[in-house]
């Protein structure tokens, strides 16, 4: 098992996602619904996004080795499977964050118009746009949810048999 200063990698990680994904998802909704504060936010997000998709799997990851070492202790659990899953959950939605994210600000930003040639003026795009936006805010709920259905889930994990016992 990984540990970071004697506790499971997973348990320190958790909290950068934890505080992330809901800032990240915020941010993206944000982007998508107010175009004026594109310029500044169009950054930010970007390396929220991926920042958050990275945290996601890098804790997805410990919380699988952690997983593995309680089961070779005898403490198997159905709470902890469903935190797994809701775990897995997690990553698909943050990695569909990221992608959405970046294609919204490859589209939309006010660099990116500039620069890339079939987003030319002129050019009739706006039906991407809104696709893109919506998209964005869809894809900024989800992960502001599973962000805390997942963190609910390994509470309920961690402190269940603390309430019953």
């Given at each position: 098992m990984v540990e970071i200063l004697g506790l499971p990698a997973h348990i320190l990680f958790l909290h950068a996602v934890v505080a992330f994904a809901p800032v990240a998802g915020l941010t993206g909704i944000v982007y998508a619904l107010?175009?004026?504060?594109?310029?500044?936010?169009?950054?930010?997000?970007?390396?929220?996004?991926?920042?958050?998709?990275?945290?996601?799997?890098?804790?997805?990851?410990?919380?699988?080795?952690?997983?593995?070492?309680?089961?070779?202790?005898?403490?198997?659990?159905?709470?902890?499977e469903a935190h797994a899953a809701q775990g897995d959950r997690l990553e698909i939605v943050a990695g569909v964050f990221a992608v959405v994210v970046i294609l919204t600000v490859a589209v939309t930003g006010p660099w990116s118009t500039s620069r890339i040639k079939w987003l030319a003026p002129g050019r009739d795009i706006r039906w991407m746009v809104a696709a893109?936006?919506?998209?964005?805010?869809?894809?900024?709920?989800?992960?502001?949810?599973?962000?805390?259905?997942?963190?609910?889930?390994?509470?309920?994990?961690?402190?269940?048999?603390?309430?019953?016992?």
């Open positions: 107010r175009p004026p504060w594109q310029r500044v936010l169009e950054w930010p997000i970007v390396i929220l996004a991926v920042l958050t998709a990275a945290l996601t799997i890098l804790t997805a990851s410990a919380g699988e080795v952690l997983e593995e070492a309680l089961e070779e202790v005898g403490s198997p659990s159905s709470l902890i893109l936006r919506v998209l964005t805010v869809l894809a900024g709920l989800l992960l502001i949810y599973q962000v805390v259905v997942t963190g609910h889930s390994g509470a309920e994990a961690v402190w269940t048999d603390w309430r019953s016992g």
